[in-house]
């Protein structure tokens, strides 16, 4: 779909990558050196899964330590947080089969706007207000694409997600002012491919539809790495 070219990108340009909920900054392992050696600098954020504030906070602690134009990327929950960034350095935001709430929605009720997938995994709160995956969730629903070693990753690597990140109503989008792209994954047991579409829509996104599942960063590296640069490429270069 998209050429992986090297572009010449400001040299301070820097794409910054949000994981999701029961993931770390190595589910782009995949997708950081391909980017790096088309010309950005890559920035793998790790967010403590503790609130929407909280997730909010550390990203802005990492883009103090950058200079020049940003492009920020989200899988999953992280569209949440990466949309409640507040920074004229961000030039665009990227959605990988991400949540994209609108002001005063909470994650949750766009997660749940429309019927679950058979094979969606229960979720609940623990004693403590944490979501876990169960282990069948990964191969069934988070990433049935995945090998039997990216899975066994997953699991053994999977951080939980309170329930207070899912339940804070967001505040105003940055997608209402800055342009936004978006990677529907049509075969997501996650999120419903119908329920990216109606938020893709509504943010008037540039949409690529494709046939991946939810975590394509690691079952569809390529296709993520070029929707990335296709993304930064009008705007950072």
């Not at 793998?44 to 899964?49: C, D, E, N, R, T």
């Not at 403590?128 to 049935?144: L, R, T, V």
């Not at 329930?163 to 990677?183: D, E, G, N, T, V």
Request: charged share 20%; proline share 8%; net charge neutral.
């Amino acid at each position: 779909m998209f050429g992986l070219v090297v572009m010449k990108f400001e040299s301070n340009a820097t794409a910054i990558l949000v994981h999701g909920a029961w993931a770390d900054g190595s589910s782009w392992s995949n997708v950081i050196l391909p980017l790096e050696r088309a010309g950005l600098r890559v920035i793998a954020a790790p967010i403590p899964l503790t609130s929407l504030s909280d997730d909010v906070a550390a990203i802005n602690r990492i883009l103090a330590r950058t200079s020049g134009p940003v492009l920020l990327a989200g899988h999953a929950y992280a569209g949440a947080v990466i949309a409640s960034v507040n920074s004229e350095r961000v030039h665009g935001l990227v959605y990988i089969a991400a949540l994209a709430p609108e002001e005063g929605e909470t994650v949750a009720k766009v997660f749940y706007k429309d019927e679950p997938h058979p094979q969606a995994p229960k979720l609940s709160p623990d004693a403590d207000g944490f979501i876990w995956m169960p282990d069948e969730g990964f191969q069934n629903a988070f990433a049935q694409n995945a090998s039997k070693e990216q899975i066994a990753l997953c699991k053994a690597t999977q951080r939980p997600i309170s329930a207070k990140c899912i339940q804070q109503p967001a505040p105003k989008p940055l997608w209402k002012s800055r342009p936004a792209w978006f990677l529907i994954a049509e075969e997501d047991r996650m999120i419903n491919p119908k329920t990216q579409h109606f938020m893709a829509n509504r943010m008037k996104a540039t949409v690529s539809a494709q046939k991946v599942d939810h975590t394509p960063l690691l079952t569809a590296p390529k296709a993520v790495t070029e929707f990335i640069l296709a993304a930064a490429k009008p705007t950072m270069v």
